[in-house]
Structure formats: structure tokens, C-alpha cells
């Protein structure tokens, strides 16, 4: 009985190995035919436009319109408004924690000031820049009507 269990479960394995090794080949072709059809988009879309460094956007070579992706818009809207609220409850926090602080001590001079300037100016103009850096970086990418899939 054993071997029988062996002899079905070898054909089992060699029909999901048969049934994998067809289903990976065709979705290599079909990934390969999907590449080289955004490729060519991509290139018929830069054959029209060009990006312009100094206003952030994708213009048309034609006429000089400037492309504006309303969702990319909407986005940094929001980043933007969300960053400055968070701007704000982050500083308030630390200067209330710090006038706490001075006026609990006996010997208010002996705050931290290289953690506070740390924590002040520091920390939120990485994450500024941080932020900065990848909203640029998205504008430099294609808009969504373009026509190329990402």
C-alpha cells in the first residue's frame, strides 16, 4: 500500500511541476509584453514632453502646457496642510514641556539646551527635508494620465 501512496504522490508532484513550469513561462512572456509596451509609452510620452526643473512639472513640447496631475496636487495639498499642524502641536508641546520644566526647577539654567535645540530645530528640519526630497522626487515622475503603467 505504501508504494502506491509514493508512485501517486510522485504524479501529483510531477503534475503541479508540470502545471507551474507552463504557468511561470507564460506569465514571463506576458511580464516581457507588458515591459516593452511601457517602455514604448514612456517613450512616446518624453517624444512629446519634457520635464522643466524650475517649475516642477511635465510640459508638453508643442504648445509649452504645463501637465498638472490634479491627484499629485491634492496629495502635496494635504502632506503639506498635515505637516504644518503637526509642526505646530509638535513645537507647542515642547515649549510648554520646557516652560513647565523652568519654572518647577529651583535652578532653571540647567535645561538641557542641546537636546531642546535638537528637538526644536533639528529633528522637524530632517523630517522637512525629508519630505521635501520625496515630494520633488514625485513630481519628477510621470502624471497619471499619461498613459504609461506603473
Do not use: C, N
Not at 508512485?7 to 511561470?24: D, N, P, Q, R, S
Amino acid at each position: 500500500m505504501l508504494p502506491i501512496v509514493i508512485i501517486l504522490a510522485w504524479l501529483v508532484a510531477f503534475g503541479l511541476a508540470a502545471y507551474l513550469v507552463t504557468h511561470a513561462i507564460k506569465r514571463r512572456l506576458l511580464g516581457r509584453r507588458r515591459r516593452r509596451s511601457e517602455f514604448r509609452k514612456l517613450r512616446e510620452f518624453r517624444r512629446y514632453h519634457y520635464f522643466d526643473q524650475k517649475a516642477e512639472r511635465w510640459v508638453r513640447k508643442v504648445d509649452g502646457v504645463k501637465l498638472i496631475d490634479e491627484v499629485a496636487e491634492d496629495r502635496r495639498f494635504r502632506l503639506t496642510f498635515f505637516g504644518w499642524i503637526l509642526l505646530v502641536l509638535w513645537e507647542g508641546y515642547w515649549l510648554l514641556e520646557i516652560a513647565e520644566r523652568f519654572s518647577g526647577s529651583t535652578r532653571p539654567l540647567q535645561l538641557p539646551y542641546v537636546l531642546l535645540f535638537f528637538i526644536l530645530f533639528v529633528l522637524p528640519l530632517a523630517v522637512y527635508l525629508f519630505f521635501r526630497r520625496r515630494l520633488r522626487r514625485s513630481a519628477r515622475s510621470l502624471p497619471a494620465d499619461a498613459g504609461v503603467i506603473r
